[in-house]
């Protein structure tokens, strides 16, 4: 991992990053927010999740991390709730009623969109065959929590109301590989989803976020070496009986 300066203020904020949706959401937020902070590129594909150095940083060998000042900070949803209250930027009003809304989105976000999409990424585009009964399942859950947010965005203009949160920021990581995830016409039956994806996208911070991923050369092969960094579990086929 090599690590650079991105920006030119004094650096008090270590990013772990790579192109990947969940480091995307944090990007998001560094940008908005104009905490300054320098970049460590983790290269996936060429296992560097899995050195000693990085596992010292987050033993779940995943991007995204933060190291502010000593603070560690590994999972992209820990990472904005951090840095929120950190900052005090981009939290909806005090109140329980309006956390506990955040609290809920973030967490439907985490524990469902992001996992289901990520698997169904998996077996649509890079598991070997048979793969019917996987895909068909997480192609299914992806939908089915995609379509949960598109009905919920029915009668909102961001995810909690008429306030831009980290909610958002969680969204718009997962909602630019929405064609990937689902398929190449799912923003045909996902229009609110694909309408607060645009709002995003026109920010200037969102904009600076997703340059980002042309600022570093990350392998694009997938080869037999990147499977093995990015789908250790396979090695366990050859000597293993799962059944």
């Not at 969102?206 to 093995?228: C, E, P, W």
Request: glycine content about 4%; aromatic content about 12%; charged content about 25%.
């Amino acid at each position: 991992m090599n690590s650079e300066k991105f920006k030119q203020d004094d650096i008090l904020i270590k990013f772990y990053y790579n192109t990947a949706p969940n480091p995307a959401k944090v990007a998001l937020f560094l940008e908005e927010s104009g905490l300054a902070y320098e970049i460590v590129p983790v290269d996936t594909r060429k296992g560097e999740q899995h050195t000693a150095d990085y596992t010292a940083i987050n033993p779940n060998a995943k991007v995204p991390a933060i190291d502010d000042d000593g603070v560690v900070v590994f999972d992209s949803n820990a990472i904005l709730l951090y840095l929120a209250e950190k900052t005090g930027k981009f939290l909806p009003t005090d109140s329980l009623q309006a956390r506990g809304q955040m609290y809920s989105w973030l967490m439907f976000i985490a524990t469902g969109v992001g996992p289901y999409s990520g698997q169904a990424v998996h077996f649509r585009h890079f598991a070997p065959e048979p793969k019917t009964y996987a895909l068909n399942r997480y192609d299914f859950e992806a939908w089915r929590h995609w379509g949960i947010l598109d009905a919920h965005l029915a009668n909102h203009r961001f995810m909690l109301g008429d306030e831009y949160t980290i909610v958002d920021m969680a969204f718009w990581g997962w909602a630019r590989a929405v064609p990937f995830v689902l398929g190449a016409d799912a923003w045909d039956k996902l229009p609110n989803v694909k309408r607060l994806l645009d709002d995003l996208n026109a920010r200037p911070a969102a904009q600076r976020a997703d340059a980002l991923k042309t600022q570093y050369a990350f392998k694009a092969d997938m080869d037999d070496s990147a499977r093995n960094a990015l789908f250790p579990q396979n090695a366990r086929l050859q000597t293993a009986d799962l059944k």
